[in-house]
Every structure is written in C-alpha cells, then in structure tokens.
C-alpha cells in the first residue's frame, strides 16, 4: 500500500519541530477493528461498517464512568499518534486544491486530537470497558478524554 502520509502535490510542511507547551494524561485506549492502512476516513464511514469498538480505561479513571448508561451519547477525544505532526497545508483527494490543515480534520496536524460523537451500547464500569456503535480511530488509539454529548449545548448559534 501506497504511504497514508506521502506527501501530495500543494502540501506544505513545517520547516522546524516546535517546542512542545503541555503533558496529557491518557485515560485508556481504543480496540478497534482497524489498522492504518483500513481504517476509515470519518465516523460515518466507520458507521456504514458496523464494526463496534471498546474503549479501555485505566484502573484509575474508571470511577469517572459513573452515571454513563447503555444508549449515551459521548463525545470521545484521543490522540492519533501515528500520525504525522509537521504538515501544515494539505491537500485531500476529495478536494482540487490544497488547505490549511485547520480547515479539515485530518489526522495529520501539529497536535493529533481526533473527536468522535459515539453511542454507549454495552458498558461494564467495573472493568473498564465501554463498547460503543463505531469508531474511525486504530486498534491501541490513546484515549484522552469522555465528555457527554449534550445536544442543547453542542449545537450552534441561531
């Protein structure tokens, strides 16, 4: 398979490694179904699969599962770190021209945060395990952070 990250014709990198300003704790990991090479563009692409995920979460952080049910909405945020972190232009295969990486959300950015609204549907909080609907996100993805997904509060503006 062709590299993911070659770069492509109007892509620009950064010219030097920036300084890194803060520390994260990952709370678990995703299992998934996917590898770099097959894993889905977006959420709606690893939806039309239908293959479920898990979210593993430390010994630590599972006291934080409480109040989480079968059926939530959760908005999961983590950390694609196999992607690169230098390209600040790029140019995607669905569009004709290259754009900021800020424009898009492609994995490959200055600070790999990947965002996913997912569905709950099986959950054991003693384990640590949380299954959800689908994830685009690679087998052993670091989890950063669950947040609920609270329509009234996640829409826009009127």
């Not at 030097?16 to 990991?29: L, V």
């Not at 479920?52 to 409480?66: K, M, N, S, T, V």
């Not at 689908?134 to 052993?140: C, K, N, Q, R, S």
């Amino acid at each position: 398979m062709k590299d993911r990250f070659a770069t492509r014709p109007g892509e620009e990198h950064l010219d030097a490694p920036f300084p890194m300003q803060a520390e994260i704790t990952f709370i678990g990991h995703i299992e998934s179904q996917w590898s770099l090479e097959d894993c889905p563009k977006n959420i709606a692409q690893a939806r039309e699969a239908a293959k479920p995920a898990h979210l593993q979460i430390e010994p630590q952080f599972r006291a934080g599962l409480d109040g989480i049910a079968v059926g939530d909405a959760l908005v999961l945020l983590y950390w694609m770190d196999r992607a690169p972190r230098d390209l600040i232009r790029q140019m995607p295969r669905h569009r004709d021209t290259a754009t900021g990486t800020f424009n898009l959300r492609s994995p490959a950015r200055p600070n790999p945060i990947g965002m996913g609204v997912v569905r709950v549907v099986a959950l054991d909080a003693g384990a640590g395990r949380v299954t959800i609907d689908a994830i685009d996100a690679i087998d052993g993805t670091p989890l950063i952070d669950i947040k609920p997904h609270m329509p009234r509060a996640d829409q826009l503006p009127a």
